[in-house]
């Protein structure tokens, strides 16, 4: 058994789960694989659609930092003081000629896939703040990973040819921070537009699927960066906007039933959890029987990390938890995730 020491620290009140409206996902209880991709699809394909033009506004709800500046996921350095930042309105693209100029708005899933087509033009879920310059520079290349980048941005985002085994092309990588959210952001458009991708032409894309590339890499970055409290905060401001959800964000354990392929079989996919979490008011015991290998992540109320490990061991203890207050427990296996609020009186 393997025991960490904690110190902990209190933090106001705010908003922490998902703001899921009761019954919303009750449709795809229990499924798995294309019966539960075309019942997910069924729940959140009717959105409200948004001009392009809108998006200037929306931004300021669903990608604001705690400052108040534009979150920008090809600049920022979670942690660290990214190279510069962006004040939205003022700093809103126009012209630029170097990274820093301005920022404007990124097609995660380039427009020129789709035939720049409505809804998914405008759809906020694959759109978000970035340096207009990196934004050039990515272009409408795949994601992927790049071993021997051509070009590398201030936060240390790349471009140039893959490594991703099974395709040789240029790509573009993010920082490992934000690859699960743009995964997740994959999962979702393959979810949601079900019904009118076959006619899309992608690198990553075939037919309605992803290619096995694609799929391959998408699913590791879905894994090890895992669902954060920013991507959470996300789904409920544009859920507020367009009135439908990201699946993948409220249960990420719901990519491995549909897309997880390889030497698991679906039918022997869980769809809970195969840890259990037992609270004390002094310590938190994580029983882990399978052995998976499980990231934990505590948080304050604000979402700020008070501490992350990842461990196979088959039980964990988190102790002593000497502060009073409430914390956040968040535990992602490869399959499933769990988050539990801590009350220590």
């Keep these: ?19 899921i409206p009761a019954g919303y996902y009750d449709a795809a209880a229990g499924l798995q694989g294309d ?24 931004f300021q709800k669903t990608d604001k930092k705690s400052t108040g500046e534009v979150w920008d996921i090809y600049s920022d350095i979670p942690g660290g003081t990214p190279a510069y930042t962006y004040q939205f309105v003022t700093n809103q693209c126009g012209s630029y000629s170097q990274e820093g100029d301005c920022y404007n708005r990124e097609h995660t899933v380039p427009s020129s896939w789709f035939n720049d087509a409505y809804p998914m033009y405008s759809d906020i879920f694959h759109l978000y703040p970035t340096d207009g310059f990196v934004n050039g520079k990515r272009s409408n290349y795949p994601y992927g990973t790049v071993n021997a980048p051509t070009w ?3 936060n240390g985002s790349k471009l140039g040819p893959s490594a991703s085994p099974g395709y040789t092309g240029t790509v573009f990588e993010p920082i490992g921070s934000y690859k699960g959210d743009l995964a997740r952001t ?70 491995a039933a549909i897309w997880d392929h390889s030497g698991i079989g679906l039918n022997s ?5 195969s840890f259990t979490v037992s609270t004390w ?29 990842t461990s196979p061991d088959k039980e964990i203890t988190l102790s002593p938890i000497r502060d009073k207050g409430v914390h956040i427990l968040l535990v992602n296996s490869p399959r499933a995730s769990l988050a539990r609020k801590i009350f220590t009186p």
């Excluded at 539960?36 to 998006?55: A, D, E, G, K, P």
């Design 186 to 255: 994959y999962f979702y458009m393959l979810v949601r537009y079900l019904d009118v991708m076959q006619g899309w032409s992608s690198p990553m894309f075939a037919g309605d699927s992803l290619t096995t590339w694609a799929r391959n890499m998408l699913l590791q970055w879905h894994y090890q960066d895992t669902v954060s409290q920013k991507e959470i905060n996300r789904n409920d401001s544009v859920y507020a906007i367009q009135g439908n959800r990201n699946p993948f964000i409220d249960h990420p354990e719901w990519v």
């Design 269 to 273: 996919l869980p769809v809970v959890p």
């Design 35 to 58: 019966t539960l991709r075309q019942v997910l699809h069924q729940i959140i394909r009717n959105h409200s659609q948004q001009t392009y033009s809108s998006l200037w506004i929306h």
């Design 152 to 154: 590398t941005s201030t």
């Design 281 to 309: 008011p002094d310590k938190v015991l994580i029983h882990n029987p399978a052995g998976e290998l499980l990231t934990i992540k505590l948080t304050g109320l604000t979402g700020t990390t008070i501490f992350q490990v």
């Design 1 to 19: 058994m393997k025991r960490f020491l904690l110190f902990f620290l209190m933090f106001s009140p705010g908003v922490l789960f998902a703001q």
